[in-house]
């Protein structure tokens, strides 16, 4: 509901609240330029990874001008935060409410083994800013998206009906899914994302014995 | 071979070094104190945890006065740190050439299973001093201890024969040996030690489909 439409039944514009009404058109444009923006940024970040992303090539990509990208975001970190926050949404919305596998039509342990790969592609798009961002030691776990991926697993591994500990092996399988185990992994050690997202396929088998 | 024993055959005291000859019988008093000490202070971290430890503690456990415990370690952050040095030690004996089910002798499953209560109790000994020392995220790989439990559980793995990625399996085992994490699920969630051997056992077995 508008305020405009809580306090003018028949759509005049209210006179003691101008700002109001006048924002509703503003607000609505700005929020789908702010999201054709995000889109562009994303598509540039799944093709060449955050580290190459510059507000030049935002613009370039949504066809507006550099202003406009500025203007939106601050600076080159402010579009890194927006970007995490409008893609951690998107990724939140494929498992929770998205189709299969990730979705709740798929089987709880076809859901669980596609999980580990949609969340490794997520933490490897963002992994400079969510590096830069990790907590300390102490608030590591209070974090809410880790708490939205411990609560997603324990579920799934309660439906499959593991036998075991869910808990606990919930916390291992989440331990996987860890920004500086992959940066580590793929930046120290050399493995590329595809062997990590086999790992947790054949690490999903095992901790649900199938 | 000590300084006397090189420059004087007779074992007389050699005239340009007697400061030398002085320290050998010494140190090795003073090495037989400090291990009589830090035997103490392990057993006294054993029973009541390291947060309760005082310098005044282990002076009575190992009846010498309180001055020559702050003699040796400085204050108590100097104690704690060569508690876990020491510890570190007799830890890494412990599966590196100690007796079975942690030794050479067992049977590699068997090894792997025990190594968790024995690592899970080591951390959880040292807990404060090793969550106050946690390394940030981009140096967290790179400790020395985290290194020979990472080389240990590789090679069990693969004598095991899992048919699996055992480089990322160990970093699963790994994972679960962690002092943040078994800070956070005994401190804030409210688990006991017994509960995390008993996983880590079952954990074993479902990595390795045993």
């Known amino acids: 509901m508008t305020p405009s439409a809580r306090l003018h039944d028949d759509g005049s514009e209210p006179r003691l609240l101008p700002l109001a ?3 509703i058109p503003m607000r609505a444009d700005a929020a789908r330029n702010r999201a054709r923006l995000l889109e ?3 598509r540039l970040v799944a093709e060449h990874g955050a580290e190459q992303l510059t507000m030049e090539a935002v613009a370039a990509a949504a066809s507006v001008g550099k202003g406009t990208v500025f203007r ?15 893609s951690e949404r998107v990724y939140q919305e494929s498992f929770l409410s998205g189709p299969p596998p990730l979705g709740p039509a798929a089987p709880a342990l076809e859901r669980l083994s596609a999980f580990g790969g949609a969340t490794l ?3 490897a798009a ?9 907590p300390d030691p102490a608030r590591r776990y209070a974090a809410g ?10 579920t799934l591994l309660r439906e499959i009906g593991t036998g075991g500990d869910d ?10 899914l860890d920004v500086p185990l992959l940066n580590h992994l793929t930046r120290q050690r050399g493995m ?14 095992r901790i649900t014995r199938s």
Do not use: C, K
Request: hydrophobic share 45%.
């Open 167 to 176: 808990e606990l092996l919930a916390e291992v399988l989440l331990g996987y």
């Open 192 to 205: 590329d994302l595809e062997r990590l997202e086999a790992g947790w396929r054949d690490l999903v088998a």
């Open 121 to 123: 592609r997520h933490l």
């Open 40 to 42: 562009a940024a994303s």
């Open 72 to 86: 939106r975001f601050g600076d080159r970190t402010g579009l890194l935060m927006a970007l995490l926050d409008h």
């Open 145 to 154: 998206p880790r708490n939205v991926r411990r609560i997603h697993i324990t």
């Open 126 to 134: 963002h992994r400079e800013l969510l590096l830069a961002a990790e």
């Open 21 to 23: 009404t006048n924002q």
